[in-house]
């Protein structure tokens, strides 16, 4: 594998870490997500962005316990550039034991959208249509609202991922509802 992998290279290394089809399919939608910001924000580091997202829960299913930590571990050992773990792990801070504070506008976008591509999927999910290609922010902001819709999503995390970007929360859900649709036309996962 090279320094810093293909997106090939790196959905083969999640897959190697991961078998639960939702871990595998969150890693492909992050990915997507992050590959549509990156075209608005960073157009020459598209890929990197892609791997990036790809990559950031390689640890997760593996040791949950030690999610963002045995991370920098595995892709260390694996032969992953510092600067991909770096940036896929930083999405962990103040909520695991990574000392990664997002500090790039890419941290900042990961470490907003990861949790909220989950809730928007979840919401999605609740659609007759099964998709996000005909949702909009309003009812997202709803199901945000209800703490019980999809309580493993932190409402915490997507409010200070939209403020350190210095975005207001319905601008960060309408625009990851916009990149989802990007996706394979569910964005559900």
């Not at 089809?21 to 892609?50: N, R």
Request: with cysteine; charged share 25%; hydrophobic share 40%.
């Amino acid at each position: 594998m090279s320094a810093i992998p293909t997106l090939e290279e790196a959905r083969a290394l999640l897959a190697k870490y991961n078998k639960e089809p939702f871990h595998l399919s969150h890693g492909e939608i992050v990915s997507g997500v992050m590959g549509y910001f990156a075209k608005k924000h960073d157009p020459q580091a598209v890929d990197f962005w892609k791997v990036v997202g790809m990559l950031h829960d390689i640890d997760f299913e593996m040791y949950p316990e030690e999610h963002c930590v045995r991370g920098e571990e595995i892709l260390r050992d694996e032969g992953v550039d510092g600067s991909v773990a770096r940036a896929a792990l930083s999405h962990g801070y103040g909520a695991t034991g990574t000392p990664h504070e997002p500090g790039a506008l890419m941290e900042k976008i990961l470490f907003a959208v990861d949790e909220l591509t989950g809730l928007i999927g979840a919401a999605a999910l609740m659609r007759p249509s099964k998709s996000v290609s005909d949702m909009e922010c309003p009812s997202v902001m709803k199901k945000f609202k209800d703490k019980k819709f999809a309580a493993g999503c932190s409402r915490d995390v997507i409010r200070a991922g939209a403020e350190a970007l210095g975005w207001s929360l319905e601008e960060l859900i309408s625009e990851t509802i916009l990149a989802m649709r990007t996706l394979d036309g569910t964005g559900a996962g």
